[in-house]
Nanobody, 124 residues
């Protein structure tokens, strides 16, 4: 069984940067795809970014050119570097992993393992 643990959330001001981390333990997910999703109150869970085992990345239009996803430590750990944060980035951010797919997948149902979430609040 795989467990994912996120860290790094917090309260920041508009324009600030924040770095989230997610570490997998238990069974390895190094051959699969890992990603980040977010969910704001009253809204559906939204895909943010994903990275394959080989390092290919993709981003939602709302975060492209501001966020950077990276993968390391034997490929069981991912980070999300968030720059130029905006109030609309406020949400609970979830790390997710799948070992059933090797290409970028964006739908939440494609991921079988999820972290508990970490809160990011962007406010002045």
């Amino acid at each position: 069984q795989v467990q994912l643990v996120e860290s790094g959330g917090g309260l920041v001001q508009p324009g600030d940067s924040l770095r989230l981390a997610c570490a997998a333990s238990g069974r390895t997910v190094s051959t699969g795809v890992m990603g980040w999703f977010r969910q704001a109150p009253g809204k559906q869970r939204e895909w943010v970014a994903s990275i394959t085992s080989g390092g290919l990345t993709d981003y939602s239009e709302s975060v492209k050119d501001r966020f950077i996803i990276s993968r390391h430590n034997g490929k069981d750990t991912i980070d999300l570097q968030m720059n130029g944060l905006k109030p609309e980035d406020t949400a609970t951010y979830y790390c997710a992993a799948t070992v059933k797919y090797y290409r970028i997948v964006r739908a939440p149902r494609m991921y079988e393992t999820w972290g508990q979430g970490t809160q990011v609040t962007v406010s002045s």
